[in-house]
């Protein structure tokens, strides 16, 4: 079965920046499509960003659009999530999230459209 193992959480100030990577493995990546989501204590899961199996289309949440970039290197077999500017809001537990696909189009950036996913990694944007 794919894995995902996110890292590159830890405690930013905000206005500061993070990097985080999710590594995925055990299947052909570029058959995936891929998602990045957080969860905040007491909150729904919400849809940061989302990008194509081949990474030609990104979706972000409005909340997050201009500050954070997803990207993704499949010969790393890697998906990327930039965050810059953060804000005390983006903390939370931040998961990737992988979905099957033989379309080149994005899935609706929900995390129900995401069946596999990785174990978090927790943000937390405070001074």
């Known amino acids: 079965q794919v894995q995902l193992v996110e890292s590159g959480g830890g405690l930013v100030q905000p206005g500061g920046s993070l990097r985080l990577s999710c590594s995925i493995s055990?299947?052909?990546?570029?058959?995936?499509?891929v998602g990045w989501f957080r969860q905040a204590p007491g909150k729904e899961r919400e849809g940061v960003s989302c990008?194509?199996?081949?990474?030609?289309?990104?979706t972000y949440a409005d909340s997050v659009k201009g500050r954070f970039t997803i990207s993704r290197d499949n010969d790393k077999k890697t998906v990327y999530l930039q965050m810059n500017n953060l804000k005390p809001e983006d903390t939370g537990l931040y998961y990737c999230?992988?979905?099957?696909?033989?379309?080149?189009?994005?899935?609706?950036?929900?995390?129900?459209?995401?069946?596999?996913w990785g174990q978090g990694t927790q943000v937390t944007v405070s001074s």
């Open positions: 055990g299947y052909t990546m570029q058959y995936y499509a």
């Open positions: 990008i194509t199996r081949g990474g030609g289309t990104t």
């Open positions: 999230a992988a979905k099957r696909t033989i379309l080149t189009v994005v899935p609706a950036c929900t995390s129900d459209e995401y069946p596999t």
